[in-house]
Structure formats: C-alpha cells, structure tokens
Nanobody, 122 residues
Framework: VQLQASGGGLVQAGGSLRLSCAAS????????MGWFRQAPGKEREFVAG????????YYRDSVKGRFTISSDNAKNTVYPQMNSLKPEDTAVYYC????????????????WGQGTQVTVSS
C-alpha cells in the first residue's frame, strides 16, 4: 500500500485546513486508516481514524468537535477536515493504514505516508 498525504499549510488560529491521504496498491476495504501527528520535541500521537468498509470513526479527545474525518472510497482517499485550529495543533501530520482494524496504537499500522506540515499561528 502506498499512501500520499497532502493539504498541509500555514493557517491562523481559528482557521481550517483539509488534509488528504490517497491510497493505492491493494484492496483497502479491510483496512483502518489513521492520522497521526508529531510536534517538535513530542512523541507521535493518534489524531483520528476511519474504516474503509463501514466508515466507523475514532478521534482523540482534544480534536472531537473540531476535526471530522471522511473517506471517498471511489477515490481511495481519506480527508480529515480540521476546523477551529489551535496553535497546539501545529505538527507534522501522517496518514497510515492498519491491516485489519482501526486503532490508536501506531504499532498496529503497517503502512505510512510521508508527513505534511500543519502550522497554526496565534
């Protein structure tokens, strides 16, 4: 599976960004797709995820109500819509595919895309 992340950028606090993760290479219907982020000097953390086959979603508490993740199965693309962004959302964001289930444990993810930088200014 190849994953291509895009959509990062610089935005003011309170603004919005939509990231994209385009997947290719295998049948994805049984995969869980997760987004993680890593801020400077911090460990990588789970942000949100979705299953391809039934669109079950899962969010970390700090982004609930602000981030919405969706998928377009025809395009094999996952979109996290990030609203009401805060400076603490600044990080490199990564998409990843888990073979079999959706989880917040990065060790369960088999495939990773390159990161995309999100910077939120105050």
């Amino acid at each position: 599976v190849q994953l291509q992340a895009s959509g990062g950028g610089l935005v003011q606090a309170g603004g919005s960004l939509r990231l994209s993760c385009a997947a290719s290479g295998r049948t994805l219907s049984r995969y869980g797709m997760g987004w993680f982020r890593q801020a400077p000097g911090k460990e990588r953390e789970f942000v949100a995820g979705i299953t391809w086959n039934d669109s079950i979603t899962y969010y970390r508490d700090s982004v609930k109500g602000r981030f919405t993740i969706s998928s377009d199965n025809a395009k094999n693309t996952v979109y996290p819509q990030m609203n009401s962004l805060k400076p603490e959302d600044t990080a490199v964001y990564y998409c990843a595919a888990s073979n079999g289930r959706l989880t917040d444990d990065e060790r369960e993810y088999d495939y990773w895309g390159q990161g995309t930088q999100v910077t939120v200014s105050s």
